[in-house]
C-alpha cells in the first residue's frame, strides 16, 4: 500500500499483534476468584510509567475509587489515553500523576466549561500532549487492537492537523483507490472500567450505552474491574447474553458501591454537581487542587469515608432520586460561561 | 402585531431547530445542539431521529442532559448503544446532519477546537476534537452554532480540528472524505450563513433582527460573500419560546 501521509504524534501502546498474542498466551483461561481492594489492584497493576484508560465516558460511568487510589499511591509518569477523558484525566493529571496524554477530548467538562487544573499543567508543560486523536479515531484504535490487528482503516482525521499530531497514516486504499486513514492499535497497560454487577470471576455486565467499553476490555493488557456489586456466578449463567466482558479478560474484582461517584451511573445514581462544582472551583489554584486532594484523597482511608464525606447516605439518596427523575438538578455552575 | 422578546441564544436555538428536517437522522452534541434537536421534535419534527455519539439512539429525552453520554440521553432509547456502533453508522452514511461547535472558523468551514497559539506551546489549551472531527467528516451536513467576531471568524485558524471543505472544491473527495459530505450553515449571535456551491466559501443567507451588513463584515477577518437579496431571519415565535424553556427550565444552556 502506498503511503500517502503519516501523522507526527508519538506512537504509544502500540504491539506487534504476534507480540501481544504472547502475552494472551499466558493469561489464564480457569475461573479464579479474583477479589481483592482497590488498595491491593492499583498497587499490584498499576506501575509508575504505565499506559493507561478508564471506562465510560466523560463523567459517565467512571471509576473513580481507581482515580483516588492512584493518586493517593502517589503513581507518577503515566501516560493517559484522553479519550473523552473529563473529571479522571483532570484530577490525575492535577494530582501529577501523569506526564504524557493523548488527546481526543481532555481538559474540558463538557456543558460545564474548561478545566482550570489540567489546562494549566498542560499550558505549562509539566503534562505533555503527546498525539491528538478523534472519539471515534481512538476507540477504533482499541476495536484494532481487540480484533489483534496492527491497525484499522477510517474515514475520520483525513485533511485535517487532528491527523497531523496523531500517529495515524493515510494510504491508498488498494480497493477504491481512494485515501483512507489507518489508525494503529492501541494496547493500555492498565484499565479501569466501573460496571453495574459482576461475579467473583469478572463476568461483568453494564445496564445502559456501553460506550467503547467492549472494545476497550478486550484491547487492555490488564483489565481491573470496580462494580456496584458482586452477584453470584449463577446469575450470570442465567442470562449470558448480558455478559459485555467475560471473566478471562479481567484481572481484578473490586466492589464499590457508589464507585462512579460524583460521575453518572445509569440507571443507579446521576452526576453530583455539588461536588462536581466545588472541584471546579477549587482546582483554579494549585493551592485549592493540594486543599482537595487533601479532603477527599489522602484525607480519607477507605472509599466508604469518601462518600460520608462528599454527604453521606442522604446524598446519595439525593442522586438516586435524581436520576429517576424525582429531583430538581441542583449545580452551582448553571449560569457560568458555556466554552466548549 | 405584539413584540415578542428573545435573546441570541434563543434565536440561534430556533434557527438550528428551523434547520432540521423531519424524519431524518441527527448527531447531537452537548448544550444548545441538544436545545435546538429537543426543540425540533417538538415542532415541526417529531420524528427526528437523534442519536448521540456514547451510544444513545432514538431517545425521548426527558430533561435536558448535562452530558452527550449521561442517562437522559438514552432514556426511553430504541437503543442503548456504544460508540463503535454509531460512529460507524456515520461512517456508512446513516446521519443526516450533525453539530458542531467552534473556537475559530476560517471562509471554508474548517474548525478549530484544540487550541490557541501554537499547539507545541499553547495560549490556550481547548479540548480538542472529542467527536468532532467524526462528525464534520462522517454526517451529510454539518450545522455549526457559535459566537462571531474577528478573532473567531478568522483568515486561517490556527489549526484544524475538524475538516470544512478544507482548501476549497474537491478537497474534502481529494482527502479522501465521503463523497458530497460538508459544512451546511453556521448560525451566530449575527446571521445565518451557507457555502457557496462553487466555491465553498461561507456565505452570508440572512441577518438576525437589527444587524446589519457591517456588522456581518467588521465581525469577521474573512471577506464573507454577500449576495444581492438578503432575508431577515425570522424571530422565534411565542410558541418556539414557550418550549424551549420547558426543554430547559432551569437555564443550563439558556441563561448562558
Known sequence: ?340 | MSEVKYSTIELMACVAARILEDRKSVFVGTGLPMIAAMLAQRTHAPNLLIVFEAGGIGPQIPVLPISVGDSRTFYRAVAASSMHDVMMLAQAGWIDYGFLGAAQIDMYGNINTTVIGPWEKPKVRLPGSGGANDVGSLCNRTIILMRQDARRFVERVNYITTPGYLTGPGAREKAGLPEGSGPYRVITQLGVYGFDEETKRMKLLSVHPGVTIDDIKVNSQFEILIPEEISTTEPPTKEELKILHEIDPTGIVLRK
Open chain 1, 1 to 340: 500500500m502506498e503511503i500517502l501521509d503519516e501523522g507526527e504524534g508519538e506512537l504509544l501502546a502500540w504491539y506487534d499483534p504476534d507480540e501481544h498474542r504472547k502475552w494472551i498466551a499466558k493469561k489464564p483461561r480457569d475461573l479464579i476468584d479474583k477479589r481483592m481492594t482497590i488498595k491491593e489492584a492499583v498497587s499490584k497493576f498499576v506501575h509508575d510509567g504505565d499506559y493507561i484508560a478508564m471506562g465510560g465516558f466523560g463523567h459517565i460511568r467512571v471509576s473513580m475509587a481507581t482515580i483516588y487510589e492512584i493518586i493517593r499511591q502517589k503513581k507518577r509518569n503515566l501516560t493517559m489515553a484522553g479519550k473523552t477523558a473529563v473529571h479522571d484525566s483532570d484530577i490525575l493529571i492535577a494530582a501529577g500523576c501523569v506526564s504524557k496524554i493523548e488527546v481526543a477530548y481532555a481538559f474540558g467538562h463538557e456543558l460545564r466549561g474548561l478545566s482550570p487544573a489540567s489546562r494549566r499543567v498542560v499550558e505549562t508543560g509539566k503534562c505533555k500532549v503527546v498525539s491528538e486523536w478523534s472519539n471515534a479515531a481512538f476507540q477504533w484504535r482499541f476495536l484494532a487492537a481487540a480484533m489483534g490487528l496492527p491497525f484499522i482503516p477510517t474515514r475520520v482525521l483525513l485533511g485535517t492537523d487532528t491527523f497531523k499530531k496523531s500517529s495515524a497514516k493515510v494510504v491508498k486504499d488498494p480497493f477504491s483507490g481512494k485515501p483512507i486513514c489507518l489508525v494503529p492499535a492501541c494496547f493500555p497497560d492498565v484499565v479501569f472500567m466501573h460496571v453495574h454487577r459482576c461475579d467473583i470471576y469478572g463476568n461483568a455486565q453494564i445496564d445502559g450505552i456501553i460506550v467503547e467499553d467492549f472494545e476497550l476490555a478486550r484491547a487492555a493488557k490488564r483489565l481491573i474491574i470496580t462494580t456496584e456489586e458482586i452477584i453470584d456466578h449463577e446469575k450470570i449463567r442465567e442470562e449470558p447474553w448480558k455478559t459485555v466482558i467475560p471473566y478471562f479478560l479481567v484481572d481484578a474484582v473490586v466492589e464499590v458501591p457508589f464507585g462512579a461517584h460524583p460521575c453518572n451511573m445509569p440507571y443507579l445514581y446521576y452526576f453530583d454537581e455539588e461536588h462536581i462544582g466545588e472541584w471546579l472551583r477549587l482546582s483554579k489554584t494549585e493551592e485549592g487542587v493540594q486543599e482537595y486532594l487533601d479532603k477527599y484523597v489522602y484525607g480519607v482511608e477507605t472509599f466508604e469515608e469518601y462518600l460520608e464525606l462528599v454527604g453521606g447516605i442522604k446524598k446519595l439518596n439525593y442522586l438516586r432520586r435524581l436520576e429517576k427523575l424525582r429531583e430538581k438538578l441542583y449545580a452551582p455552575w448553571i449560569g457560568g460561561s458555556l466554552n466548549e
